[in-house]
């Protein structure tokens, strides 16, 4: 059996959202619970929003909450040249084309399904190119050749089995007119060079999978397993996003909630073993399965993340305590001042008790 190995891929164009902080939680977990490797990779194909700043902010959340990547953080962007490879060996094995349709021709059959009330599905004009006349004005994108009858089944290791019809799945762009590899190539090529045996992630991936799938049978790599976890929905019910309240790590740190504790709150937030409340992090390693995960999405608690910290606070030892405090004074208000130190300490000591 070869070694367990699962990825965390944020794309560095925004804060790491908590959602996320989950998902790359329950990767490290598991993979920690099967002596395994987990890997961070930096998905930054998307120069134009892509920033420094964001990947700092992503691998200092990570840290924070006590998740150690193993190796060096994977660079995407240095592997493309590896993606387009892949692209054109598709094109020659017959299972990729080139299309020559213009933005306005996708538009109107985008506009056309809008206008009928169903999914848009590319109307794969170029799959089948031998009465076109191809256009000298227009750089071609590569489409994957997707199966058009039958039905593809994912066994999925949260979700069950899943069986859609091959029917709803487009003839998929995997590299652009720029020359780019799309997100539905790279994660594919990226995964299978760095040997993830488990794609554990956001079910709103499911649609994703189906397509990565096809790639992976068209280059004959071994597929992974994978694992589809249900969303986080806000206070409201709601598909939480970045524009909601204490979205972020950096939410929570000037909340004053402690590492632990909103790590211990992701943990139980749509898993559970047993009637168990309160891990700590060598019991989340040694009792974390995929099986424990629930398929109903689950919803943000800030008064039950509150309370989790009002316990680790009172069960911490009160220099780590002190700590936390004068690392928290430091960042967001003022030094303490180092004459107080004492009494300060003798005052934390007084409200644990």
């Not at 367990?4 to 993979?31: E, Q």
């Not at 694992?227 to 598909?239: D, M, N, Q």
């Not at 009160?318 to 208000?333: A, I, M």
């Amino acid at each position: 059996m070869s070694l367990v190995a699962t990825r965390f891929a944020p794309s560095p164009t925004g804060p790491l959202h908590i959602g996320g902080v989950r998902t790359a939680l329950f990767n490290w977990l598991f993979s920690k619970n099967n002596k395994g490797k987990f890997y961070l990779r930096i998905e930054d194909t998307d120069k134009e929003r892509s920033k420094d700043e964001y990947k700092i902010q992503i691998i200092r959340s990570l840290e924070w909450i006590g998740i150690k990547h193993d190796d060096k953080e994977y660079i995407q962007s240095k592997n493309i040249n590896e993606h387009k490879k892949i692209a054109e060996e598709l094109l020659k094995k017959g299972f990729a084309y080139h299309c020559y349709c213009s933005e306005e021709e996708i538009k109107e059959q985008k506009e056309k399904a809008k206008k009928k009330g169903i999914p848009f599905v590319y109307n794969r004009k170029w799959r089948d190119s031998k009465n076109l006349e191809i256009p000298k004005n227009i750089s071609p994108v590569i489409r994957f050749k997707s199966k058009i009858s039958g039905n593809t089944i994912v066994r999925d290791l949260v979700q069950g089995e899943i069986n859609i019809s091959n029917s709803i799945i487009e003839d998929f762009v995997i590299l652009r007119k720029d020359g780019t590899p799309t997100y539905q190539l790279s994660a594919v090529v990226d995964d299978h060079l760095m040997n993830i045996t488990h794609v554990i992630r956001g079910d709103d991936h499911k649609i994703n999978t189906f397509k990565q799938k096809q790639i992976y049978e068209a280059m004959n790599w071994k597929l992974p397993e994978f694992a589809h976890i249900p969303l986080i929905h806000s206070e409201g019910g709601s598909k939480l996003s970045k524009r909601d309240k204490a979205s972020t790590i950096d939410d929570y740190i000037k909340l004053g909630v402690i590492s632990d504790a909103l790590r211990n709150y992701l943990l139980r937030l749509g898993w559970s073993h047993k009637d168990k409340e309160i891990f700590t992090l060598k019991e989340s390693i040694e009792l974390f399965d995929l099986k424990g995960i629930g398929k109903s999405p689950s919803k943000l608690d800030i008064t039950r993340i509150l309370s989790l910290n009002e316990h680790y606070i009172k069960h911490i030892n009160e220099k780590e305590l002190f700590e936390f405090l004068k690392t928290y004074c430091e960042k967001f208000g003022k030094k303490i001042d180092s004459n107080k130190e004492k009494k300060l300490l003798e005052s934390l000591n007084f409200f644990k008790k």
